[in-house]
């Protein structure tokens, strides 16, 4: 396991505004560099991964939260997911018809047109909380803004940062959230009206050399960016890369295979299974598996 980078939470006192910044340090390049795609669609995951680990990290319950964005662009499927403890996985699935060389560098021309849903699981033994709305905007911070406000009637400012240079991937965030008052409602009085706006400006202010300074403790950026807000910082909380895949949990799905398939599946006596989220190899024994007893 890749463990690296972190949240640091933070609100502002006397305002209606909480947020985090999101620095997901080397396990952006861990994760990113796994996969064989166009470095905007690499972009696109890591931005992502940024997202989900900045909502995730206010989950008040043992869970996670899913991103699922699908539409008809050449990225046809993009997933991300964070568990309450940190862990974090996600991809991008480029259409197999795509020209690689040839794909846009703007996340709705990416993705194209479809739904983006947010599902919250809190464990087999509770209902999991599902939203979906159609993608809008032209990046994914802009379409995960739309949702909240569509689906959850819930004010955000999402930042998210991905790029790339001689060190590898690097990837983060900044998400403001509106707190509501009590009884579920947001508050609408002027000067937290100006408050949220104020947030929303200074927000704009960060630039990725500034979230990815290793130098500049995500403590100090948000008194960097929020001093003169009177902002009040939490405890950092850690990212772990956490695929969640394994050979047994792999072997069981091979199971429910019948003989026939698991022929056609083999090659050479071996059949292959790749994890899309860590592109990682898992190889079988055709004659290990399948139910050899018909009845």
């Not at 947001?186 to 947030?199: I, K, M, N, P, R």
């Not at 100090?220 to 939490?234: K, P």
Request: with cysteine; proline share 3%.
């Amino acid at each position: 396991m890749v463990v690296a980078g972190g949240v640091v939470p933070f609100h502002l006192e006397r305002s209606p505004v909480r947020g985090r910044i999101v620095r997901l340090g080397a396990l952006a390049d861990a994760i990113l560099s796994r996969h064989d795609v166009p470095d905007n669609v690499a972009r696109l995951n890591g931005e992502a991964l940024a997202l989900v680990a900045g909502m995730a990290s206010a989950l008040k319950f043992k869970g996670s939260l899913s991103l699922q964005v699908k539409g008809d662009g050449p990225v046809s499927m993009l997933l991300a997911d964070a568990t309450d403890n940190g862990g974090i996985r996600g991809l991008a699935r480029l259409d197999e018809e795509a020209d690689a060389d040839a794909v846009p560098e703007d996340a709705a021309g990416l993705l194209g047109q479809g739904y983006l849903a947010f599902t919250i699981d809190q464990g087999p033994e509770m209902e999991r909380h599902q939203g979906v709305v159609d993608i809008q905007g032209p990046t994914l911070s802009k379409m995960a803004e739309h949702y909240f406000t569509t689906s959850e009637q819930h004010a955000c400012h999402i930042r998210l940062f991905c790029s790339r240079d001689t060190h590898g991937w690097q990837a983060g965030a900044l998400v403001l959230e509106r707190i509501a008052a009590e009884g579920g409602t947001a508050v609408l009085d002027t000067d937290h009206e100006d408050a949220w706006e104020t947030a929303c400006t200074f927000a704009d202010t960060l630039k990725d050399a500034e979230l990815f300074d290793e130098h500049l403790s995500g403590e100090d950026l948000a008194h960097r960016l929020f001093g003169t807000l009177d902002v009040q910082t939490s405890a950092p909380r850690a990212l772990a890369y956490s695929c969640r895949c394994s050979r047994s949990r792999l072997a069981n799905v091979l199971e429910r295979f019948s003989d026939d398939d698991l022929d056609h599946m083999a090659e050479n006596g071996v059949i292959t299974m790749k994890c899309e989220f860590c592109n990682h190899d898992f190889h079988f024994d055709r004659d290990n598996l399948g139910a050899t007893d018909p009845a």
